[in-house]
């Protein structure tokens, strides 16, 4: 049996931004381990400093091209507290059925193009572009109706247009909506054969107790709207927030890491599951029985399947969300004016996990100061311990396979190490 | 937006090999003919990999408002790097790859680049008439007219009227002005025009009742790092 192992995954693939695992077991002990983040500092904080109120939207939407209609609403939502502006139910219903199309997009990116490379052992989707031309094409087809979602209410598929503070500055046309039900009530045929599929993938066996933090709300399963709650202790409060999780930095890592008091927690599609799956659609329940999801879940791994869940109860959601603005009639309206400028928080639950912004915005409509707490930062430590965990579960095996086996854990995280300097380079042939 | 493309990804992928799209793909190869180059320049030992991809390839594309223009990150610009660090790391900013942060800057700043994709963000049809023409052997137009001929044929109510700043016309077109259309403003994510009539259009907020330091404000958004350079303003 191999004892020493020394593992170098430099740039991590098919997850979103730089990352490196070095790994390093002698005789069967893990000696070192770390997850680099090496994507660049990135300085939101500071760029938004300075700004009008109105301005922060704009600026915060490019946090992130995949998950945009999260940051975009973490700030409207915070702006909207801190100077009293009241949004109307249309404009809420508005954001939270951009929100599906954005979870669902962000879903189906991952489960798709990030994670369906590994059962089929391949190093992307394009070789099953060739091989599988069916699977690739439920995969591209459920990703450009998720894209459509956002483009109908926000303008586009990335950076929403017309999400605003004090509301929304665009209402989509009642057709556009209606054909839009169409086509989702149509797509739980293909929602189907992706639970088929992933039935027959293999998940490691790997478990460890942890805490799962993520929104609830009073009522429905929390995308857009609730207050953070933790498997461990309940109810945590909004202002508490910044109180339970604490955010350091590591020297190997240009992304702040997070801790509660409890240590390592998750954020993500498997905790919002273990905290709300009573929420979930019935048909999104059934789904998880088929693929073997129960509520207390802890393996990591599961993430994958906890998201494929969701898909099935935000397409059941995007429904009920249409027929809703439907019946209410879609008059444009104006945003709500500011009544006062003072401290406020926005809390939502992006595809990965909660997002926290907070602004103070001083007399004049200009923010002062800034404080983000983004899902990857929250999850890294929680890589981090799971990957040593892990991989002494696995050190019999053939180094490639460990090497591709910590890939997929790391993967299974869905994390987003949004990147300053990507590159795609291309060969013509 | 490349991975947007659900339609023509299928198809695009016959014609040319993409060899190294860390983001999707695990197979990587140093051997290719066109590089599309995301985001600005933030830290030193990025100059260095870049000279590294301007050697390999023989096209460069700047793909989005980050690369070409360096975008929102020329805001940090208004501070020195140092409190920049200070504001977002406190006590930690001195961790070393947070050190090594210089000031934000587009990539054309460094090497040489053979085209833009301008946009923040970028438009998948230009993406995708870009690599047509790169195919064909041609030179990628880029449109040189201001937003607001963009968004007269759109239909749109000009933004002024409705008492809000824009930057509809000094930012480069080629955006059919949807920003306008989604009732929104122009921002300038394209950037400027070549040659923006900065004077016309703060004449044009002046008209309007609007103060010289949201003409500044409305500039710096997206031209911090370039404006200066095209006349002699901005940050």
């Known amino acids: 049996m191999h004892r020493d192992h020394d593992i170098n995954v430099h740039e991590v693939t098919r997850v979103e931004g730089h990352g490196n695992i070095v790994i390093n077991v002698r005789k069967g002990r893990v000696e070192e381990l770390r997850l680099e983040i090496i994507e660049s500092p990135r300085f939101f904080e500071a760029m938004l400093r300075g700004r009008r109120y109105d301005e922060a939207q704009h600026i915060m939407s490019r946090i992130c091209g995949i998950c945009a209609v999260s940051h975009t609403s973490a700030s409207v939502k915070a702006v909207e507290s801190a100077t009293g502006m009241r949004i109307s139910k249309r404009a809420r219903l508005l954001r939270e059925l951009a929100f599906c199309g954005e979870t669902l997009q962000s879903h189906i990116l991952h489960l798709y193009f990030l994670v369906l ?313 | 937006m490349v991975l947007n493309c659900e339609d023509e990804f299928p198809d695009l992928v016959k014609l040319v090999d993409i060899v190294n799209f860390r983001e999707a793909m695990s197979e990587k190869s140093d051997d290719y003919d066109v590089a599309f180059v995301e985001g600005s320049i933030s830290r030193r030992e990025e100059i260095k990999k870049l000279k590294e991809i301007r050697k390999r390839a023989s096209t460069v594309i700047a793909l989005g408002a980050c690369s070409s223009t360096g975008g929102l990150n020329c805001l940090r610009n208004r501070f020195p790097v140092e409190e920049a660090k200070r504001i977002v790391y406190g006590k930690d900013a001195a961790v070393r790859k947070i050190k090594d942060t210089i000031r934000a800057r587009p990539i054309d700043s460094v090497i040489e680049v053979d085209h833009y994709i301008h946009g923040c963000p970028i438009t998948k049809e230009e993406f995708l008439s870009t690599l047509k023409a790169l195919l064909l052997g041609k030179t990628p137009e880029v449109p040189n007219h201001p937003v607001c001929v963009d968004c007269k044929m759109a239909g749109n109510i000009c933004v002024f009227e409705r008492g809000a700043t824009c930057m509809g016309p000094v930012t480069r077109a080629g955006c059919n002005a949807i920003c306008i259309t989604y009732g929104s403003i122009c921002w300038g994510c394209r950037g400027t025009v070549d040659d923006p009539n900065v004077d016309a259009h703060e004449e044009t907020l002046r008209r309007y009742g609007l103060t010289a330091d949201s003409v500044t404000r409305s500039l710096d958004l997206y031209g911090g790092c370039t404006v200066r350079k095209k006349t002699g303003r901005g940050d």
Request: charged share 25%; net charge positive; glycine share 8%.
């Open chain 1, 117 to 429: 490379p590994d059962f089929f052992s391949v190093g992307s989707i394009v070789p099953l572009i060739k091989s599988h031309p069916e699977i690739a094409k439920m995969g591209l087809g459920l990703k450009k109706l998720a894209n459509e979602i956002c483009r109908i209410v926000g303008g586009r598929h990335v950076h929403p247009i017309s999400i605003f503070p004090g509301g929304v500055v665009h209402v989509p046309k009642p057709r556009e909506l209606k054909d839009l039900k169409k086509a989702l009530t149509g797509s739980f045929e293909r929602l189907e054969r992706t639970i088929e599929l992933f039935e027959g993938f293999e998940v490691p066996d790997f478990e460890g107790s942890r805490e799962f933090i993520s929104l609830r709300a009073a009522k429905g399963y929390p995308f857009y709207e609730g207050d953070p709650f933790s498997s461990m202790d309940a109810s945590i409060g909004q202002e508490s927030y910044t109180k339970r999780i604490k955010e350091y930095t590591v020297p190997h890592s240009t992304a702040k890491h997070a801790r509660t008091s409890h240590g390592t927690f998750m954020v993500g599609a498997l905790a919002r599951f273990n905290n709300n799956h009573r929420r979930l659609h019935p048909r999104a329940r059934k789904a998880a029985k088929r693929l073997l999801l129960e509520p207390g879940c802890s393996n990591p791994f599961m993430n994958n399947q906890a998201q494929l869940v969701e898909c099935i109860h935000l397409t059941e959601e995007a429904i009920s969300l249409i027929d809703r603005l439907l019946d209410m009639g879609l008059a444009a309206e104006r945003p709500a004016r500011p009544r006062r400028f003072g401290r406020g928080i926005g809390l939502v639950e992006a595809p990965r996990g909660t997002l926290y912004h907070e602004y103070r915005i001083n007399r004049d409509g200009l923010i002062e100061e800034v404080n983000c707490i983004i899902p990857t930062a929250q999850n890294l430590r929680s890589i981090e311990r799971d990957l040593g965990e892990f991989v002494v579960t696995i050190l019999d095996r053939p180094r490639d396979e460990i090497t591709r086996s910590v890939e997929s854990l790391v993967r299974a995280y869905d994390p987003c190490i949004s990147c300053s300097t990507h590159i795609m380079d291309v060969k013509f042939v």
